[in-house]
Every structure is written in C-alpha cells, then in structure tokens.
C-alpha cells in the first residue's frame, strides 16, 4: 500500500494551507532573486545594482535553470 500524504489526513486543502502557500511562494519570488543577485555580488565583487531589471534577470536565470520534473528511479 503507498504512503499517503498530508492530504488523506486532512481529506481537503484548508484555506490557510492555501493561504500559507500562496504566501510562501509570493515571498520566495521576491526575496529569491534578490538573494541571489547579492550572492554574486559577494562571492565576486561585481557591483550589480539593485534594479527591477536585474532582479527580472536573476528570476528569468532561477527560473532557466530550475528542475523540470521529478526524479524518479526506475524499479523503486
């Protein structure tokens, strides 16, 4: 039998699951990018200034090199 998840405790999405979630993800969405602009600013010294252009870059540049699927070994 497979494990069941958070959702077969529950049996419904509550709205402050929901709520949380939605939050989690507008906040990583902001704080991301700009986390990673001042990481290479850190790490090499390159003097990026913090405009909404860079930070659209630094999300175009996440976004590009995120996993696209699940990693599923075969036999398991």
């Not at 659209?56 to 075969?74: D, H, T």
């Amino acid at each position: 039998m497979a494990k069941k998840g958070f959702m077969s405790k529950c049996g419904k999405w509550t709205p402050i699951v929901v709520f949380f979630g939605a939050f989690a993800a507008v906040f990583a969405a902001i704080v991301v990018p700009y986390a990673f602009i001042w990481a290479l600013n850190e790490l090499f010294g390159l003097h990026i200034v913090f405009t909404f252009y860079t930070w659209l870059a630094a999300v175009i540049l996440i976004v590009l090199v995120m996993p696209k699927g699940r990693f599923m070994p075969k036999g398991k």
